[in-house]
């Protein structure tokens, strides 16, 4: 006589569901609420915060979309931002091939190096930082910003990417090597291809990180046809301080284009993470 398996007990997913829900208020609800405002004039916004507008206004927002400064520090934010992007996944890409891939005498030693920066908080290195860009001549310069990134960028980064290239079976590699393919071909035909989700996650943290950075491009630029996106928030808040609808639709239009991107990427963002945690 067969006897049927007991079918497992679901568990209660209840809980988690109702934490996921509040956690995404905490998220949505101010996002909401900056959007609705930018179509509010300051003095509804004061007296009806939470409700819909009563008219209408879209002058927020074309107004700042009027304006030559706001397109400037988007080109300035997107410049840097994307060559930081770049900059840090394809050192990170190469880094976590060879700490993934090869075995050499104190791999493991540089691996530890790599990931102790993870220990140093930004402000921390602000200073030294200062004096070593004034003394390479990059204060003011857009490179400053971009290498800087870049450099903390590296430890995340470089943990994702080398854990996601560890989990590639050896097999692979081996049947390419037969198949002629040097170890640089083996990395940038196949291995980056079925990296996909990972370099995704990478590369929306690079980038979103680099859009949000205040303190070291106010401390590199100087000029204010230099400034980003956060120094130009903080500018337009000073020159507004009065007018908080126009300051919330500010801070939309400068939040587009990192949420698109995020958006865009995000069905590989989990999948990146977590990927290469099983075998290390």
């Known amino acids: 006589m067969i006897r049927r398996k007991k079918p497992t007990p679901r ?6 569901h109702v934490v996921a ?11 909401i609420y900056a959007v609705i405002g930018g179509f509010k004039p300051t003095s509804e916004l004061s007296q009806n915060p939470l409700g819909l507008p009563r008219t209408w206004m879209t002058a927020n927002y074309t107004d700042v979309l009027g304006s030559g400064s706001f397109w400037l520090q988007m080109w300035n934010s997107t410049f840097i931002a994307v060559l930081t992007t770049v900059l840090t996944v394809g050192v990170s890409a190469l880094a ?16 530890t190096l790599f990931t102790a920066g993870l220990m140093f908080p930004f402000a921390v290195a602000i ?6 860009l004034r003394s390479f001549g990059l204060l003011g310069n857009p490179f400053g910003v971009i290498l800087t990134q870049a450099a903390f960028g590296l430890p995340l980064t470089i943990i994702i990417l080398r854990g996601f290239f560890r989990s590639i079976p050896g097999e692979i590699e081996e049947a390419a090597t037969i198949d002629g393919c040097s170890p ?10 079925m990296a996909r989700p990972a370099v995704a996650t990478v590369s929306v943290l690079a980038l979103v990180g680099s859009w949000n950075q205040f303190m070291l491009p106010l401390v590199v630029f100087n000029e204010e046809s230099s400034w980003t ?11 507004y301080a009065s007018d908080t609808a126009r300051i919330l639709a500010y801070l ?29």
Not at 96 to 111: H, I, N, T, W
């Open 11 to 16: 568990r209660n997913t209840l809980p988690l």
């Open 184 to 193: 640089f071909g083996f990395f940038w035909r196949i291995l980056l291809p």
């Open 229 to 239: 996106l956060p120094l130009g928030i903080q500018q337009f808040q000073g020159q």
């Open 252 to 280: 939309v239009l400068a939040m587009l284009p990192a949420l698109g991107f995020y958006a865009v990427a995000e069905r590989h963002l989990v999948g990146g993470l977590t990927a290469g945690a099983t075998k290390g």
């Open 96 to 111: 976590g091939f060879v700490f993934a891939r090869f075995a050499f005498r104190g791999r493991e030693l540089f691996f």
């Open 127 to 132: 200073l030294p930082i200062f004096v070593l």
């Open 21 to 31: 829900w509040i956690v995404g208020a905490f998220v949505i609800v101010p996002v």
